[in-house]
T-cell receptor, first 113, second 113 residues
């Protein structure tokens, strides 16, 4: 089955800095890669996703890049703000049929003012 | 709020007791997923439904666990003879179809004493 590794497990940055979280996956058939943000005691919420037919996707301060050859994808947050502080999870799945998500273990991001 | 809802939000039980959780997905969503999340980990897949059909079960889902979605709308997850190791957050998610965004509910936090 799929295995997703996520690094780092914790990340501390100053407000305004950029943050990068990296994930690798094992199943070459995976082609859908969402990122979820989970604040303490709350539900995971999708912040951005990417499918394997593109290499990069941006949404305001957030971007995701995908390298299918190397089987890794990354989340980039620019101009971080204290409200970005949360746990971020990457995930991977196949796009059709068996489509359950396999999650990484999460990255706790702390943005200090 | 038309998002995914779960009930109860918290459950404390004694070892050996049975518990049942309910999930109401977003209307029109055909797929419903159950995940388990323990502290410091990402959500782990348990099982999922396409309408009323249970299509996949993880090896994590022991014989003490059973899930139903009788009319293709809400779903229940029952744990029989609870053990302390069952203590976790149980998350439900739904999506319109295979490969589409999964939206999570707030979770049911189970504590087995």
């Amino acid at each position: 089955g799929e295995n997703v590794e996520q690094h780092p497990s914790t990340l501390s940055v100053q407000e305004g800095d950029s943050a990068v979280i990296k994930c690798t996956y094992s199943d070459s058939a995976s082609n859908y890669f969402p990122w979820y943000k989970q604040e303490l005691g709350k539900r995971p919420q999708l912040i951005i996703d990417i499918r394997s037919n593109v290499g990069e996707k941006k949404d305001q301060r957030i971007a995701v890049t995908l390298n299918k050859t190397a089987k890794h994808f990354s989340l980039h947050i620019t101009e971080t703000q204290p409200e970005d502080s949360a746990v971020y999870f990457c995930a991977a799945s196949r796009d059709s049929g068996y489509s359950t998500l396999t999650f990484g273990k999460g990255t706790m991001l702390l943005v200090s003012p | 709020d038309t998002g995914v809802s779960q009930d109860p939000r918290h459950k404390i039980t004694k070892r050996g007791q049975n518990v049942t959780f309910r999930c109401d997905p977003i209307s029109e969503h055909n797929r419903l997923y159950w995940y388990r999340q323990t502290l410091g980990q990402g959500p782990e897949f348990l099982t999922y439904f396409q309408n009323e059909a249970q299509l996949e079960k993880s090896r994590l889902l022991s014989d003490r666990f059973s899930a139903e979605r009788p009319k293709g709308s809400f779903s229940t997850l029952e744990i029989q003879r609870t053990e302390q190791g069952d203590s976790a957050m149980y998350l439900c998610a739904s999506s319109r179809a295979s490969g589409e965004t999964q939206y999570f509910g707030p979770g049911t936090r189970l504590l087995v004493l």
